[in-house]
């Protein structure tokens, strides 16, 4: 989270990362845990969510601000997604995705 925006990195052909490269940038969030959505048997409807707009954010000093952002708050995993992150970005096969809620 920045802010109250919600920031993913995600691989550059995943569905989320198309739509919005595609102008499908209106997304549901929902917010809480379940596992995986796929596995949880729609428990997912029953969190709370909002509905926001997505973007790419392809400023190297804003993407690297957010990583920054993500190592502080993921310390403990962060030796292994940071240089994942920074390294897909950097080949394209990552993307970084803002949120910010409608």
Do not use: C
């Not at 190592?71 to 080949?91: C, H, I, M, V």
């Amino acid at each position: 989270q920045d802010g109250t925006d919600m920031v993913v990195v995600t691989a550059s052909n995943a569905w989320r990362a198309r739509a919005v490269g595609q102008g499908l940038a209106r997304a549901q969030v929902w917010v809480g845990d379940v596992g995986q959505w796929q596995r949880s048997d729609g428990e997912y409807k029953n969190l709370p969510s909002l509905v926001a707009s997505g973007a790419h954010v392809e400023d190297a000093a804003e993407q690297a601000r957010v990583l920054q952002i993500f190592g502080s708050k993921y310390a403990d995993e962060w030796g292994t997604w940071g240089p994942r992150f920074s390294n897909g970005l950097a080949d394209g096969s990552r993307v970084m995705l803002r949120y910010q809620p409608v």
